[in-house]
């Protein structure tokens, strides 16, 4: 599986995580201040490479993803690689292009330059219509729950199951009441969104999301909006969720990093539109790098200007 193409995006104009030069076309370990980060000089494919946080196979990875609105770079070479069967949180400020990452590899928004593997399965060179089976292996739970005011819960979590029109009315009803019971909402049905909590809501979602049982799992601000009880009770949901299916991958977005240090396998921090730091929870906690203990710490003074 080896090419001899040229690594793209390499100049002194893009990202300050460039990789180093092909080391022989092989996937190389390399020291990168920020920790060891995982380095596939020909892009060759995701599905021989293990992640050097985890040392789980890497099952989604960018590879010099640039992305910009008009004139605004949101994504400036950004490399990312998701372990299979582990929690991977993704932190950085607001408005630094979380949602935006995430929704590249959904098939929502196309890369401007760069290319995404989900499996072996290279999205950048895939039309719309096969696009559209790889969102299927996906769950999304929204930073909102987006759910749909006027079903009741049942409704809202059969809502992709029916829509997908494969599972008789006892199969969905089966389902349903599984899913409920593991998010902690035996019983409230026939409630509607409004007569429910914002913890509520958001186990609404999970429950949701995971009605088709997906591959993957990705987790858009969880815990925002939630008080620190209910969120603790998220985070809690969310290695539960993970812990009851082992194959599952789980992608956490987050500013919150005290909440990842609880829940995450590996943290991976976008700064300037490019994975800047990553690694373990511990990483994080030890780090000396000033951005780093600024985030971690929540300071108002630092490299990060509010
Ligand atoms: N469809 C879009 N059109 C124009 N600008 C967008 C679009 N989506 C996101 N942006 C901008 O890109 C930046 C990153 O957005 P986003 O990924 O949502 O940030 P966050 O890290 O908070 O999730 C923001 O400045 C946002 O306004
Ligand atoms: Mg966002």
Known sequence: MTSTEPVPGSG???????????????????????GVVE??????GVHELSCAVTGAPIVIRYADV???FGTFKVLRGLNLAIPEGKITAIIGRSGTGKSVTI???????????GRIWV??????????????????RFGLVFQN??????????????????????????QVRKKVGQLLAQVGLS????????????GMRKRVGLARALIRDPAFLFYDEPTTGLDPILAAAMDELIVQTQNARPGITSVVISHDMSAVLRTADKICMIVDGVVLHQGPPSYFVQSTDPLVRQFVEGNVDGPMKV
């Open 187 to 198: 019983g409230s049905d026939d409630k509607v969104p409004s007569e429910l909590s914002g």
């Open 39 to 44: 380095v596939d000089p020909d892009h060759s």
């Open 12 to 34: 002194p104009e893009t990202a300050p995580d460039d990789r180093p030069p092909s080391q022989g076309g092989r996937s190389a370990l390399v020291e990168e201040g920020a």
């Open 119 to 136: 499996g072996p399965d290279e999205l950048t060179a895939m039309p719309d219509r096969r696009l559209r089976a790889v969102r299927n």
């Open 103 to 113: 929704k590249h590899v959904m098939g929502l928004l196309r890369p401007d330059r």
């Open 145 to 170: 729950a987006a759910l749909f005011d006027s079903m009741t819960v049942f409704e809202n979590v059969a809502f992709p199951l029916v829509e997908h029109g494969r599972d008789s009315r006892a």
């Open 66 to 68: 640039h992305k910009a």
